[in-house]
């Protein structure tokens, strides 16, 4: 199967357009709920859906990045190519190496990556939120190089 970036950029596409249906879904809930339109069965309360809301974007993010690695993964697989380092730093820096990524995309990925990492292990101090549309932006450019 030859490289095809094209539909990688469309996969982690897919999950931007995943969050959201997600978001509409939830909004849609918070506002029946208030008119008094709907009523939660007894394992949700109210602070979940609205704990949901506020996090929603952060989860998705999460899932757009894993997206990403496995995107990555792919790629060294259809090269031929030993997967490099497990960890997702270590797959992106072999494959920057590989196709012509400029330092700054690679900063920009790296940013999201260390973002993500915030939101999935927590940390002291944490890079500024990018919201998912900005991170989608910068993963799929850095596909984009993967030739």
Request: a positive charge; proline letters at 6%; glycine letters at 4%.
């Amino acid at each position: 199967m030859p490289l095809d970036p094209t539909r990688w950029i469309m996969r982690v596409k897919s999950v931007e357009r995943e969050f959201n249906a997600a978001k509409l879904a939830v909004d849609h809930l918070l506002v029946e709920v208030a008119a008094g339109g709907f009523h939660f069965p007894p394992e949700v309360e109210w602070r979940d859906v609205d704990n949901a809301s506020k996090h929603i974007e952060r989860t998705y993010v999460v899932r757009l990045f894993s997206c990403f690695e496995s995107v990555l993964k792919e790629y060294f697989h259809l090269r031929g190519s030993f997967v490099p380092r497990r960890n997702a730093s270590g797959l992106i820096k072999v494959a920057s190496k590989d196709c012509p990524i400029s330092d700054q995309l690679l900063k920009s990925v790296h940013e999201v990556r260390r973002y993500r990492n915030s939101i999935v292990h927590g940390s002291d101090y944490p890079p500024g939120p990018i919201t998912l549309s900005d991170s989608r932006r910068r993963v799929n450019r850095f596909i984009d190089k993967l030739r």
